[in-house]
Protein backbone atom coordinates (compact mmCIF):
# COMPACT_ATOMS: atom_id res chain seq x y z
CA UNK A 1 0.00 0.00 0.00
CA UNK A 2 1.15 3.59 -0.61
CA UNK A 3 2.31 5.56 2.29
CA UNK A 4 2.54 8.98 2.79
CA UNK A 5 5.92 9.97 4.76
CA UNK A 6 6.71 13.29 6.35
CA UNK A 7 10.39 13.92 7.43
CA UNK A 8 10.47 16.38 10.57
CA UNK A 9 7.02 18.21 9.64
CA UNK A 10 6.81 21.46 11.81
CA UNK A 11 3.42 22.67 11.36
CA UNK A 12 -0.01 20.99 12.84
CA UNK A 13 -2.83 22.47 10.80
CA UNK A 14 -0.70 20.74 7.44
CA UNK A 15 -0.41 17.50 9.56
CA UNK A 16 -3.60 17.27 10.74
CA UNK A 17 -4.65 18.10 7.01
CA UNK A 18 -3.21 15.32 5.56
CA UNK A 19 -4.05 12.67 8.64
CA UNK A 20 -7.28 13.67 6.97
CA UNK A 21 -6.40 12.85 3.65
CA UNK A 22 -4.51 9.42 4.77
CA UNK A 23 -7.60 8.42 6.70
CA UNK A 24 -9.63 9.09 3.57
CA UNK A 25 -7.75 7.33 0.99
CA UNK A 26 -6.86 4.23 3.18
CA UNK A 27 -3.06 5.25 3.15
CA UNK A 28 -0.73 4.70 6.12
CA UNK A 29 0.94 8.00 7.46
CA UNK A 30 4.63 8.04 9.12
CA UNK A 31 5.83 10.47 11.05
CA UNK A 32 9.80 10.85 11.00
CA UNK A 33 10.97 13.28 14.50
CA UNK A 34 11.48 15.46 15.99
CA UNK A 35 8.03 16.75 15.33
CA UNK A 36 8.14 20.46 15.30
CA UNK A 37 4.78 19.93 17.72
CA UNK A 38 3.22 17.31 20.02
CA UNK A 39 0.86 14.72 18.38
CA UNK A 40 -2.02 16.16 20.99
CA UNK A 41 -1.71 19.92 19.52
CA UNK A 42 -4.97 21.71 19.34
CA UNK A 43 -4.19 22.62 15.87
CA UNK A 44 -3.80 19.50 14.95
CA UNK A 45 -6.37 17.26 15.87
CA UNK A 46 -8.17 20.80 14.98
CA UNK A 47 -7.39 20.12 11.18
CA UNK A 48 -8.24 16.29 11.26
CA UNK A 49 -11.45 16.66 12.60
CA UNK A 50 -12.49 13.25 14.12
CA UNK A 51 -10.22 11.17 11.09
CA UNK A 52 -7.68 10.70 13.84
CA UNK A 53 -9.30 7.31 14.54
CA UNK A 54 -9.13 6.48 11.12
CA UNK A 55 -6.26 7.35 10.16
CA UNK A 56 -3.23 5.03 10.25
CA UNK A 57 0.20 6.98 11.80
CA UNK A 58 3.33 5.63 12.28
CA UNK A 59 5.88 7.59 14.17
CA UNK A 60 9.97 7.01 13.67
CA UNK A 61 12.68 8.52 16.32
CA UNK A 62 14.57 9.43 13.43
CA UNK A 63 15.52 8.88 9.75
CA UNK A 64 17.31 6.21 10.16
CA UNK A 65 14.57 3.85 12.05
CA UNK A 66 12.65 5.05 9.29
CA UNK A 67 14.86 3.77 6.36
CA UNK A 68 15.51 0.43 8.88
CA UNK A 69 11.75 -0.19 8.77
CA UNK A 70 10.62 0.67 4.50
CA UNK A 71 11.59 -3.71 3.61
CA UNK A 72 12.84 -2.59 0.71
CA UNK A 73 10.48 -0.61 -0.54
CA UNK A 74 11.14 2.41 -3.16
CA UNK A 75 11.22 5.89 -1.56
CA UNK A 76 10.13 8.91 -3.69
CA UNK A 77 11.45 12.04 -2.45
CA UNK A 78 9.08 14.99 -3.34
CA UNK A 79 11.20 17.78 -3.22
CA UNK A 80 11.59 21.98 -5.27
CA UNK A 81 14.92 20.33 -6.26
CA UNK A 82 13.06 16.72 -7.80
CA UNK A 83 14.61 15.56 -11.21
CA UNK A 84 11.08 14.39 -12.38
CA UNK A 85 8.03 15.88 -12.50
CA UNK A 86 5.09 13.86 -10.32
CA UNK A 87 3.07 12.75 -13.40
CA UNK A 88 6.66 11.43 -15.17
CA UNK A 89 6.91 8.95 -12.54
CA UNK A 90 5.26 5.24 -12.44
CA UNK A 91 4.33 4.63 -9.37
CA UNK A 92 3.70 1.65 -7.38
CA UNK A 93 1.65 0.73 -4.93
CA UNK A 94 3.90 -0.27 -2.39
CA UNK A 95 5.88 3.30 -2.77
CA UNK A 96 6.99 5.54 -0.12
CA UNK A 97 6.11 9.77 -0.35
CA UNK A 98 8.57 11.38 1.02
CA UNK A 99 7.65 14.78 1.97
CA UNK A 100 10.68 17.14 3.77
CA UNK A 101 9.44 19.90 6.89
CA UNK A 102 7.77 23.18 5.87
CA UNK A 103 10.18 25.63 6.21
CA UNK A 104 13.47 24.02 4.57
CA UNK A 105 12.13 20.79 2.39
CA UNK A 106 14.39 17.59 2.70
CA UNK A 107 17.75 17.77 3.55
CA UNK A 108 20.35 17.77 0.90
CA UNK A 109 22.43 14.07 2.37
CA UNK A 110 18.00 12.79 2.14
CA UNK A 111 17.71 13.78 -1.41
CA UNK A 112 21.83 13.22 -2.71
CA UNK A 113 21.01 9.19 -1.06
CA UNK A 114 18.35 8.28 -3.67
CA UNK A 115 19.04 8.00 -6.78
CA UNK A 116 17.95 10.95 -9.05
CA UNK A 117 14.88 9.44 -10.64
CA UNK A 118 13.38 8.89 -7.30
CA UNK A 119 13.35 12.93 -6.85
CA UNK A 120 9.71 14.05 -8.12
CA UNK A 121 8.69 18.39 -8.48
CA UNK A 122 5.55 19.34 -8.80
CA UNK A 123 5.20 22.24 -11.38
CA UNK A 124 4.50 25.76 -10.63
CA UNK A 125 5.73 28.93 -11.57
CA UNK A 126 9.60 29.87 -11.95
CA UNK A 127 9.28 32.93 -9.32
CA UNK A 128 7.07 30.42 -6.99
CA UNK A 129 9.27 28.73 -3.72
CA UNK A 130 6.84 26.66 -2.97
CA UNK A 131 3.06 24.90 -2.28
CA UNK A 132 1.75 24.69 1.03
CA UNK A 133 2.86 20.49 2.17
CA UNK A 134 -0.49 19.42 2.69
CA UNK A 135 -1.62 21.04 -0.58
CA UNK A 136 1.77 19.04 -2.52
CA UNK A 137 0.66 15.45 -0.69
CA UNK A 138 -2.21 15.98 -2.32
CA UNK A 139 -1.24 16.45 -5.84
CA UNK A 140 1.35 13.43 -5.54
CA UNK A 141 -1.28 11.17 -3.58
CA UNK A 142 -3.79 11.41 -6.10
CA UNK A 143 -1.38 11.09 -9.00
CA UNK A 144 0.15 7.93 -7.52
CA UNK A 145 -3.59 7.09 -6.85
CA UNK A 146 -5.02 7.37 -10.00
CA UNK A 147 -1.97 5.48 -11.60
CA UNK A 148 -2.81 2.39 -9.58
CA UNK A 149 -6.49 2.69 -10.09
CA UNK A 150 -7.31 4.31 -6.70
CA UNK A 151 -7.17 0.80 -5.34
CA UNK A 152 -10.51 -0.06 -3.30
CA UNK A 153 -11.01 3.62 -3.05
CA UNK A 154 -15.11 4.84 -3.51
CA UNK A 155 -16.26 7.20 -6.07
CA UNK A 156 -18.12 10.30 -4.83
Known sequence: MLSVVLFQPEIP?????IIRLCANT???LHLIHPLGYSLEDKQLKRAGLDYHEWARVIEHQDYAAFLGGAGGRRILACS?????????????ADDLLLFGPETQGLPKS???ALPPENTLRIPM???????NLSNAVSIILYEALRQ????KLNFI
Request: aromatic content about 6%; hydrophobic content about 25%.
Open 80 to 92: VRGSRTHTEMEYR
Open 125 to 131: QPTSRSL
Open 13 to 17: PNTGN
Open 110 to 112: VLT
Open 26 to 28: GVD
Open 148 to 151: IGFD
